[in-house]
């Protein structure tokens, strides 16, 4: 057993313009994640220095969130919404808490699309409302590998890749529209050939789509990952572009072969208006 620390705060703001150019929002119940992944950009992202520091072992709960998004979202522009882009929407806490379903309802009932990325088999919970509004909602989740050995290294705390594609698959048969987030890539780590044509060919058995990326280099994520991996991977961040042209050559032909739509993390808002637009 680890020790978890929950803290409660509350909030002036629920909901915020996206920096990320395929969302138009960026709702975020939670800051730090109990996840623990080494690789994770959100580190640099995370107010609380104390979530920073002892990440994975801290999170900031934000318990008014739902009321604040409420008012908040009463006269606002429609729009796409992504939940959550600095956290995991189902960290455990949220079994008790409930404040990524609130948000959900607030939302879908008023017109607002929907992007939920996960590592967590809880968002099960949520699909009699991720059902009811399926029209408005896709739901991806993040598969570094489907080998644990490689998994309990880097994302220590995370449910098993094999529970996120249970869950995959249990959203997609129920026809939500799903994805796989393959990535960070690293090189020397999750980059051969098996190991992501493995995670391609499960998108094609459950009718997802993949979109992936690269790692990318920041303080607090190379901190955790020294010595963990070797040091040429931390540093993939900033170079290796014949490297990254093999991948994406790589996926190309995988896509291919499997007959599954893949995009590059960075291209995702080209991709993200033919999926309709609200109002």
Same mark, same amino acid.
Not at 8 to 20: N, P
Not at 62 to 86: A, C, F, W, Y
Not at 258 to 275: D, I
């Given at each position: 057993?680890?020790?978890?620390?929950?803290?409660?705060?509350?909030?002036?703001?629920?909901?915020?313009?996206?920096?990320?150019?395929?969302?138009? %929002? /960026?709702?975020? @119940?939670? $800051?730090?994640?109990?996840?623990?992944? #080494?690789?994770?950009? &959100?580190?640099?992202? *995370?107010?609380?220095?104390?979530?920073?520091?002892?990440?994975?072992?801290?999170?900031?709960?934000?318990?008014?969130?739902?009321?604040?998004?409420?008012?908040?979202?009463?006269?606002?522009?429609?729009?796409?919404?992504?939940?959550?882009?600095?956290?995991?929407?189902?960290?455990?806490?949220?079994?008790?808490?409930?404040?990524?379903?609130?948000?959900?309802?607030?939302?879908?009932?008023?017109?607002?699309?929907?992007?939920?990325?996960?590592?967590?088999?809880?968002?099960?919970?949520?699909?009699?409302?991720?059902?009811?509004?399926?029209?408005?909602?896709?739901?991806?989740?993040?598969?570094?590998?489907?080998?644990?050995?490689?998994?309990?290294?880097?994302?220590? %705390? /995370?449910?098993? @890749?094999? $529970?996120?594609?249970?869950?995959?698959? #249990?959203?997609?048969? &129920?026809?939500?529209? *799903?994805?796989?987030?393959?990535?960070?890539?690293?090189?020397?780590?999750?980059?051969?050939?098996?190991?992501?044509?493995?995670?391609?060919?499960?998108?094609?058995?459950?009718?997802?789509?993949?979109?992936?990326?690269?790692?990318?280099?920041?303080?607090?994520?190379?901190?955790?990952?020294?010595?963990?991996?070797?040091?040429?991977?931390?540093?993939?961040?900033?170079?290796?572009?014949?490297?990254?042209?093999?991948?994406?050559?790589?996926?190309?032909?995988?896509?291919?072969?499997?007959?599954?739509?893949?995009?590059?993390?960075?291209?995702?808002?080209?991709?993200?208006?033919?999926?309709?637009?609200?109002?």
């Amino acid at each position: 057993m680890r020790a978890v620390n929950i803290r409660e705060i509350s909030v002036k703001s629920a909901i915020s313009r996206s920096s990320l150019p395929e969302y138009d %929002y /960026a709702v975020n @119940p939670y $800051s730090g994640c109990l996840h623990g992944c #080494r690789y994770c950009f &959100a580190i640099d992202f *995370t107010m609380q220095n104390d979530a920073r520091v002892d990440w994975g072992g801290t999170v900031y709960v934000k318990k008014n969130l739902p009321e604040i998004l409420d008012h908040q979202t009463k006269s606002m522009r429609r729009g796409l919404v992504g939940i959550s882009t600095v956290t995991d929407p189902y960290i455990y806490p949220e079994a008790t808490y409930r404040l990524t379903r609130q948000s959900l309802i607030i939302l879908l009932s008023r017109g607002f699309r929907v992007s939920l990325q996960t590592k967590s088999p809880l968002v099960l919970r949520d699909i009699d409302l991720i059902s009811r509004y399926q029209e408005q909602i896709d739901v991806g989740f993040t598969i570094t590998s489907m080998n644990r050995e490689v998994t309990d290294v880097i994302e220590p %705390y /995370a449910p098993s @890749p094999a $529970s996120r594609l249970h869950a995959l698959e #249990r959203l997609s048969m &129920a026809g939500i529209r *799903t994805w796989i987030f393959i990535g960070p890539i690293i090189e020397g780590v999750n980059d051969s050939e098996p190991v992501i044509s493995e995670i391609v060919e499960a998108a094609s058995r459950y009718s997802s789509r993949i979109i992936f990326d690269f790692y990318n280099e920041y303080a607090g994520s190379s901190a955790l990952l020294k010595g963990l991996i070797p040091e040429r991977s931390v540093k993939m961040g900033k170079a290796g572009l014949s490297w990254k042209k093999g991948i994406m050559d790589m996926f190309r032909d995988l896509s291919a072969r499997f007959g599954v739509e893949v995009n590059l993390q960075s291209e995702e808002w080209l991709r993200r208006p033919a999926m309709g637009k609200l109002f």
